[in-house]
């Protein structure tokens, strides 16, 4: 049932290494959960010998009513299901059970594409986009994999001398947060976009999160992205350069330095995810595929747990995104 953040982490630990996702981990979520105060941090676990439903999620409050809605932190997440299907049903009830005890109207979860817990989800399922990944174990030759464009860009990056530094000291940390504030500024990105830098600070408080930067010859931080790492699977989590970077091709050498960086600590993956949309033209889409020509598809979920609150709310509120499913927020 609803475990400490403590217990949860002894049996992330247990998972297989595929789904060891750091954005699943409890550590991720706690400090996620920073840039989101109104919601609370739960984790709910059955385990029986080699039996899991372990599910990381935020609750939070439909409104001002004493309705509750679950939902995924900032990246991915989802129930992961691990047994017998006899445990499998028993463990999913057990879990309705406590949603509808717990006054729960709706959940809506973004599903870890390498992970694949999707495949045991209990709810709907939309298919969202295509991303992208690095099969880092199997590689040989790094640079060799990509895509004659990419090789062209890191050689141009190094050529103009570009120089990838791995550090978290302030001000790289400083630097990153400036750099991305003005791209999802310039973007009107929404709310969900920015963060404080006390949220930074406790995000990069981990040994399994990593900040690099990219410093031209004249000592100016071009390019600055945020990855996680942990014992199977790497992640491209924010990025964020200049114009001057992006001529550069900063991006480029950074990606290509941390992920032989990963290959090196025995990583197997390196997900870099999908496009700004679900448009198979997305530019950004088209950057990632020259990288690799592996992909996954991005699945959401979601699931009614009291379908005539659910339906009387979204008829209240008729001017709501009723595209959306959680569409009062």
């Not at 060799?144 to 050529?159: C, D, E, L, M, Q």
């Amino acid at each position: 049932m609803i475990v400490s953040m403590e217990k949860a982490i002894q049996i992330f630990e247990v998972l297989p290494e595929n789904l060891q996702s750091y954005y699943m981990h409890p550590s991720y979520i706690t400090r996620d959960a920073l840039n989101n105060k109104e919601l609370k941090v739960c984790f709910f676990v059955i385990q029986q010998e080699n039996n899991i439903f372990f599910h990381s999620f935020y609750l939070g409050n439909v409104l001002d009513t004493n309705l509750k809605d679950i939902l995924t932190p900032y990246g991915y997440g989802g129930p992961i299901i691990i047994g017998s299907e006899a445990f499998k049903e028993k463990a999913i009830n057990s879990y309705l059970a406590w949603c509808k005890k717990n006054n729960v109207l709706v959940e809506f979860i973004r599903f870890h594409p390498l992970a694949n817990t999707s495949e045991a989800y209990y709810g709907n399922l939309m298919l969202n986009r295509e991303t992208i990944y690095i099969d880092l174990e199997n590689s040989g030759d790094l640079i060799g994999s990509f895509s004659t464009r990419v090789r062209t860009a890191v050689k141009k990056a190094y050529k103009n001398n570009l120089k990838v530094i791995f550090s978290k000291e302030p001000f790289y940390l400083e630097a990153f947060i400036n750099l991305y504030k003005d791209l999802m500024l310039n973007k009107q990105a929404g709310s969900d976009y920015f963060f404080d830098a006390s949220y930074y600070k406790e995000l990069l408080n981990s040994n399994q999160t990593f900040l690099l930067s990219v410093i031209d010859t004249e000592g100016e931080i071009v390019a600055s992205s945020i990855f996680f790492m942990t014992n199977s699977m790497a992640e491209y989590h924010l990025s964020a350069s200049t114009i001057k970077g992006r001529n550069l091709c900063a991006t480029n050498i950074m990606i290509y330095e941390f992920a032989e960086f990963a290959k090196k600590n025995k990583v197997k993956s390196l997900y870099l995810g999908g496009g700004t949309d679900n448009s198979p033209e997305n530019s950004l889409l088209f950057f990632k595929k020259g990288f690799s020509v592996l992909s996954k598809n991005f699945y959401i979920g979601s699931y009614i747990h009291e379908p005539d609150k659910y339906n009387v709310l979204k008829r209240n509120m008729e001017d709501s995104d009723n595209r959306k499913v959680l569409f009062y927020r």
